[in-house]
């Protein structure tokens, strides 16, 4: 299974960006998926959630409101829309799949198989 994040780039505070992740080698219903991100000297960190139905997601408390995540199983296709951007959301975005094991929230860099190499987002103030 490979994952592919696309889409990062430069953004001002306030502005809009959405990222893409392409899943192949895989069906993408398999899996629930999540977004992580790693600023510079920071651990990677929990980002968003969505099952492998994309009926159930979660995010993390300093994005709520901010970030929405949905997916197109019939195109292999995760995105992760970010509004209301902030400089402290500047990192490298991941995409990462898990199998589906149950109806539950997967928020531990180690819960996930398969991870794609990340895209960077730049918020300057």
């Known amino acids: 299974v490979q994952l592919q994040a696309s889409g990062g780039g430069l953004a001002q505070a306030g502005g809009s960006m959405s990222l893409s992740c392409a899943v192949s080698g895989g069906t993408l219903s398999s899996f629930d998926m999540g977004w992580f991100r790693q600023a510079p000297g920071r651990e990677r960190e929990f980002v968003a959630h969505i099952d492998w139905t994309g009926a159930s997601t979660a995010y993390t408390d300093s994005v709520k409101g901010r970030f929405t995540t949905d997916r197109d199983n019939a195109k292999n296709t995760v995105h992760l829309q970010m509004n209301s951007l902030k400089p402290e959301d500047t990192a490298v975005y991941y995409c990462?799949?898990?199998?589906?094991?149950?109806?539950?929230?997967?928020?531990?860099?180690?819960?996930?198989?398969?991870w794609g190499r990340g895209t960077q987002v730049t918020v300057s103030s």
């Open positions: 990462a799949a898990k199998y589906y094991t149950g109806r539950y929230i997967a928020t531990q860099v180690a819960q996930y198989a398969f």
